[in-house]
């Protein structure tokens, strides 16, 4: 099946301790995107990726990296740096040939302990 | 991107249609109506999208007024399986930089 896939779903981290989020689509799609929503809060744009080897920050970069080596593939890396890192991380790509819309993976739980 | 406005909450009886409405009284000619649930703990679901004209897919049916400031969208048999929260967003098409402003959304409930 075709499709944005994000894990883990549910993840545990250390105080001090970076952390991996994987994504990964098989949609052919040239964008891709990360963002994070807060309990009861909208999304948030953390960086976003058009090409490969191309990435911009969005709205919330500190803390955060992202590679783009792969067209299927973006990861995103919490850093130690980050101050609140517990939250709900979404991945996204684009379809450019259906009106740009955006679509979404299942999405990664965070937790700092 | 334009402001939208939805109800807080809506009830729906299984089975029934379900009609959601959106204000968007500010939008541009070149912005979009798109329509996006979320059930919890997961990932935005994508529904719908226009610019103008109505539109059908397999999930809804998307109505927009002629003057383009509100619109609705239409579950035409509600099931269990729709309770989410929908949000209704406004964006040009061919922006780069996937900014999505969901707002505080429509949290629909279907009932047996």
Do not use: E, V
């Given at each position: 099946d075709g499709g944005i896939t994000q894990s883990p779903k549910y993840l545990f981290r250390k105080e001090g301790q970076n952390v991996t989020l994987s994504c990964e689509q098989n949609l052919n799609h040239d964008a891709m995107y990360w963002y994070r929503q807060d309990p009861g809060q909208g999304l948030r744009l953390i960086y976003y990726s058009q090409i490969v080897n191309d990435f911009q920050k969005g709205d919330i970069a500190e803390g955060y990296s992202v590679s783009r080596e792969k067209k299927e593939s973006f990861p995103l890396t919490v850093t130690?740096?980050?101050?609140?890192?517990?939250a709900f991380y979404l991945c996204a790509s684009k379809?450019?040939?259906?009106?740009?819309t955006i679509y979404f993976g299942e999405g990664s739980w965070l937790t700092v302990v | 991107d334009a402001k939208t406005t939805q109800p807080p909450s809506m009830d729906c009886a299984e089975g029934r249609a379900a009609n959601l409405p959106c204000n968007h009284?500010?939008?541009?000619?070149?912005e979009y109506v798109y329509w996006y649930r979320q059930i919890h703990s997961q990932g935005p679901q994508y529904i719908i999208h226009g610019l103008k004209n109505n539109e059908t897919n397999e999930m809804a049916s998307l109505i927009i007024t002629e003057d383009r400031k509100s619109s609705t969208l239409i579950l035409p048999h509600a099931t269990l399986r729709d309770t989410a929260v929908y949000y209704c967003i406004v964006r040009v098409a061919h922006d780069s930089w996937g900014k999505l402003q969901f707002g505080a959304g429509t949290q629909v409930v279907v009932t047996p």
């Open positions: 130690s740096a980050q101050k609140n890192p517990t379809d450019a040939n259906s009106g740009n | 009284s500010t939008i541009s000619g070149n």
